[in-house]
């Protein structure tokens, strides 16, 4: 039998799993960064440091913002 | 019955019966949102790793090398070569007459991977052997291939009749 909480909780899953997704996103596209900012910087060019860290800033806030958000949608299902 | 533990988690629920669901659906919550948390956690590693790039950057000075005399004005035909070393032994350059009183010099490590470059008279430019990668002999910007970077320049001073090698130029944008 279907507890009463079990739609909402199921639409709650599909707002944790996309939120997750664009975490990932998020992620991937910050590994890349850091990744090209390295071999940017062993390779002298020393000014893409800068930018590239803010941007990275940025995405972490991204990633915390929707970590917020999944752990206010986990709370509200319960 | 009595309940032990933090009731502070809603509904009257120690937190820790969060953590050890008995339903499968909260079970996935648990799963999801420490998934999420290690997910922010490498962010804040990748974050991290770019702030320790850019406090290295600004920790950085421009090196400086001793000038070291890599040969006579007349030595060199106008097209001829000649293979030195500097700043170290282990880091080979190429000095090139390109006319008569112009003379270049340049790393001669390819920046796509560190083949040798050597100088086309013909063409006019260097060229990378591996992987076809062809670099202008005025500056040594790349003309072709996988390169991305120009080849690191030797700066060249004059002190009477001979050539003087005073420092590496990276040939950086930034």
């Known amino acids: 039998m279907q507890s009463p909480g079990e739609p909402r909780r199921r639409r709650s899953l599909t707002v944790i799993d996309g939120a997750m997704s664009m975490i990932l996103v998020l992620l991937v596209l910050q590994m890349w960064l850091l990744t090209a900012t390295l071999e940017s910087y062993l390779a002298g060019h020393r000014g893409v440091a800068t930018p590239a860290a803010i941007l990275s800033g940025i995405l972490f806030l991204g990633c915390l913002g929707l970590y917020g958000f999944v752990h206010g949608a986990d709370r509200a299902a319960r | ?174």
């Open chain 2, 1 to 174: 019955m009595s309940q032990s533990g933090d009731p502070s988690a809603g509904d009257g629920q120690p937190v820790w019966r969060e953590e050890f669901a008995i339903r499968t659906a909260d079970e996935r919550y648990v799963a999801r949102r420490q998934f999420t948390k290690f997910m922010v956690l490498t962010s804040v590693g990748m974050f991290v790793g770019n702030l320790s790039i850019l406090i290295k950057s600004w920790l950085w000075r421009r090196p400086q090398y001793a000038p070291q005399v890599v040969a006579g004005a007349s030595e060199l035909p106008v097209g001829g070569v000649k293979l030195f070393t500097y700043p170290t032994e282990k880091d080979r350059c190429i000095l090139v007459r390109l006319a008569e009183d112009q003379f270049v010099a340049y790393s001669q490590k390819c920046t796509h991977l560190s083949c040798a470059v050597y100088f086309s008279a013909e063409a006019g430019r260097f060229e990378c052997p591996c992987h076809e990668g062809f670099f202008r002999a005025a500056d040594g910007a790349v003309l072709q291939g996988p390169p991305q970077r120009p080849l690191p320049r030797i700066v060249l001073e004059m002190a009477g009749d001979q050539l003087v090698a005073t420092g590496v130029d990276l040939q950086e944008e930034g």
